[in-house]
Nanobody, 128 residues
C-alpha cells in the first residue's frame, strides 16, 4: 500500500497560479493528478513516469499546467498557471505501481479507481 499526502490548493482569481504537492510513501511507477468538479466524473489531468520523468497532459490544461518530480523527496508537483474558473475542482494525487495501471489515465473511462492509490484530495477554486 502506498500513502499519498497532498498539499497546496486554495482559492485564486482567474489568471492566477497555484502549486500542488504530493509526497508518496512507498514505491510508485507513475504519479499524476486527477480532478473532479461538482456533478462531473473524475478526469485525468497530468501523468508522470517516475523512471524517466516523461509527462502527459489532458488537452484542457496543456500549456498551462506542468507536472514535475523531486526524486529525492518522493514528491510530485503540479504547477498550475493561468487558471480558469473551469479548473475549479477537487484535485487528487494518484499513483500506480506498474505501467499497465496508469497508461490510460488521460483517457475518459480508461482507468479504474481500484487500480490506483489515491490522496485525499485538495480543493482548488478559481473565481472570475
Amino acid at each position: 500500500q502506498v500513502q499519498l499526502v497532498e498539499s497546496g490548493g486554495g482559492s485564486v482569481q482567474a489568471g492566477g497560479s497555484l502549486r500542488l504537492s504530493c509526497v508518496a510513501h512507498g514505491y510508485t511507477y507513475c504519479m499524476g493528478w486527477f480532478r473532479q468538479a461538482p456533478g462531473k466524473e473524475r478526469e485525468g489531468v497530468a501523468r508522470l513516469y517516475n523512471l524517466d520523468s516523461t509527462t502527459s497532459y489532458a488537452d484542457s490544461v496543456k500549456g498551462r499546467f506542468t507536472i514535475s518530480q523531486d526524486n529525492a523527496k518522493n514528491t510530485v508537483y503540479l504547477q498550475m498557471n493561468n487558471l480558469e474558473p473551469e479548473d475549479t475542482a477537487i484535485y487528487y494525487c494518484a499513483a500506480a505501481p506498474q505501467p499497465s495501471r496508469c497508461g490510460n489515465w488521460l483517457v475518459p473511462g480508461g482507468w479504474h479507481h481500484y487500480d490506483n492509490y489515491w490522496g485525499r484530495g485538495t480543493q482548488v477554486t478559481v473565481s472570475s
